[in-house]
């Protein structure tokens, strides 16, 4: 059966979908392809969600200990994994169902199955059953997103290893977890394992945790997270893994490891991740791939074919679901005919952390690796009357500014609730807010939101909680 549609979108995630009802409300016909039984990918199945849903709870229970030194004792936190688990799960049914049913409002065809590329204008998908259906298309767009990095040194056949995948599904809470990578994924899951009760060892190849990210702000993050782990190795690889007794045998390589050869109860393997660029047919069109295998696309997310456009993380980085929908947005709006392009000046990340860390635009290396003439300006949160009162006060709100503009370039915060914090940075600089546009806005107090004031007061020696702050020192 061949069937004509004017997009069709390959893929359900934030950059399927977000593509899939923007194109709807603008008034075409859509047919949205995933294998799954309702719209999410990645994201809301196997990513975001469910790790959210995790870190709450890890959150939950880091409180409820702290609470002793508020007076205030609950007693040690009774963890029942199984009903843990079907909460986190109930989230994910309720957010995708709710996708599913949008889907249907908007009179998005939602076929479910994997689809291949026949040529430009033309795709098969084959459903879960081995039903084929044909369809053509004037355009489309491809958000099929990525999965697990496994590079051959860390891949072994076991239930034992994990990926992000298999530490969503809480199998149970191993005595002592090894996470190899000290990225977004590792830091994240690895607290709840730290939260949930595991002895928790990191190992990061590289020279701090987070690379990429503001030192200062990972400063922070690295202390807490020394203080609920077994241990934090940095510079050190896994050189093996082999199944022994009932746990994971490794052998760690690195200047800081004094016993190479340990045993762990499971390891939790989370060294980024590849794009899901093989799609089949892609050869027969004329989109081309780079050498990490994302699709590689223009400023408007068009591929080398003229009717097919990309987006999400199988273009590239930053792999993060709020880029993949802005991404969609671009390219839906593309095909409809608007002068649009690509371009943010800030595409926020956070990692949920605790504390978290949040930061948006120019990064104060990425400035000086640039050449540039910047001024930082920090904000210790021990200065915060509000983390005070939260009992957070490990935090700093720091802001990365032009001295000749005063325009804000960056904004980074480490701190209890950063991920909410950092949209007013983003709003700053893609409105070219200056530092006295912030400094003057009245901030509700008291509130975290008021660090982002006074990092900006900083700026002018102004700030009325942190003495001596005068400009330049
Ligand atoms: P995806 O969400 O990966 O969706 C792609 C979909 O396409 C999948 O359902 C896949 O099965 C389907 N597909 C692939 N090939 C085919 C085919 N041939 N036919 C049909 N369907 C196909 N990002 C954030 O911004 N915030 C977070 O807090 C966050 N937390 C994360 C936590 C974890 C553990 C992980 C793994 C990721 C997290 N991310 C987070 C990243 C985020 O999930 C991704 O950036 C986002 O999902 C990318 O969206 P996408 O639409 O490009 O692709
Ligand atoms: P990552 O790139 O964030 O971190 C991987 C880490 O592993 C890096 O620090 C890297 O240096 C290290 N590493 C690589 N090889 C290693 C080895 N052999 N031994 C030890 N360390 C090694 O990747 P990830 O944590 O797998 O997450 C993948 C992506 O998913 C992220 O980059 C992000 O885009 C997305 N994500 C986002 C969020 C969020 O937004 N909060 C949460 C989870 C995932």
Redesign the pocket.
């Known amino acids: 059966m061949t069937n004509s549609t004017q997009l069709v979108v390959?893929?359900?995630?934030?950059?399927?979908y977000a593509a899939a009802f923007l194109a709807a409300d603008l008034g075409m016909q859509v047919t949205l392809?995933?294998?799954?039984p309702d719209p999410?990918?990645?994201?809301l199945?196997?990513?975001?969600m469910?790790?959210?849903a995790l870190l709450h709870v890890a959150k939950v229970l880091t409180e409820a200990r702290e609470a002793r030194a508020w007076g205030v004792d609950f007693g040690e936190p009774a963890i029942d994994i199984d009903r843990l688990r079907a909460w986190k799960d109930g989230v994910v049914g309720k957010l995708t169902g709710g996708l599913g049913q949008l889907s249907t409002q908007r009179g998005v065809t939602y076929l479910r199955?994997?689809?291949?590329l026949v040529g430009p204008t033309a795709a098969r998908?084959t459903a879960p059953g081995g039903d084929t259906t044909d369809l053509q298309f004037e355009h489309a767009i491809l958000?099929?997103?990525?999965r697990?990095a496994s590079p051959p040194g860390l891949s072994l056949e076991s239930d034992r290893v994990w990926d992000?995948?298999r530490a969503?599904e809480v199998p149970g809470v191993p005595r002592s977890l090894l996470v190899v990578g000290g990225g977004?994924?590792g830091l994240?899951?690895g607290s709840v394992y730290a939260a949930l009760g595991s002895a928790v060892t990191v190992v990061e190849m590289t020279a701090g945790l987070l690379p990429g990210a503001d030192r200062d702000l990972t400063a922070v993050v690295a202390r807490r997270l020394g203080a609920v782990c077994e241990a934090i190795l940095l510079e050190t690889t896994v050189a093996g893994l082999a199944e022994e007794g009932d746990g994971v045998g490794v052998t760690l390589q690195g200047p800081g490891v004094e016993r190479a050869e340990r045993v762990f109860d499971r390891v939790l393997v989370a060294v980024g991740?590849a794009p899901?660029s093989e799609?089949?047919g892609l050869e027969r069109t004329g989109i081309q791939r780079d050498a990490q295998g994302f699709v590689v696309v223009d400023g408007q997310r068009r591929t080398g074919e003229p009717t097919i456009f990309a987006?999400?993380?199988?273009v590239g980085e930053p792999?993060?679901?709020?880029?993949?929908s802005h991404e969609a947005r671009t390219a839906v709006e593309v095909i409809a005919g608007h002068k649009t392009a690509f371009e943010p000046a800030a595409i926020p990340a956070?990692v949920?952390t605790d504390p978290e860390i949040a930061w948006c635009g120019l990064t104060e290396a990425q400035a000086r690796a640039e050449g540039r003439t910047v001024h930082v300006c920090r904000f210790p949160w021990a200065a915060s009357g509000r983390a005070m009162t939260l009992d957070r006060p490990a935090g700093v709100t720091k802001l990365v500014v032009d001295p000749e503009s005063e325009q804000i370039l960056g904004v980074g915060i480490v701190g209890s609730g950063a991920g909410e914090l950092i949209a007013e940075g983003v709003v700053a600089i893609e409105m070219g807010a200056t530092v006295s546009d912030l400094r003057l806005c009245i901030h509700p107090h008291p509130t975290l939101s008021e660090t982002l004031m006074e990092s900006a007061e900083v700026f002018f020696g102004q700030s009325t909680h942190v003495y001596r702050t005068k400009r330049g020192r």
């Open positions: 390959i893929g359900g995630g934030p950059g399927g392809i995933d294998e799954a999410g990918g990645v994201c199945y196997r990513g975001c469910p790790s959210k199955g994997r689809a291949e998908v958000a099929t997103g990525s697990p992000s995948t969503l977004y994924i994240e899951l991740r899901n799609i089949p987006v999400g993380d199988l792999m993060l679901a709020h880029k993949a956070v949920f």
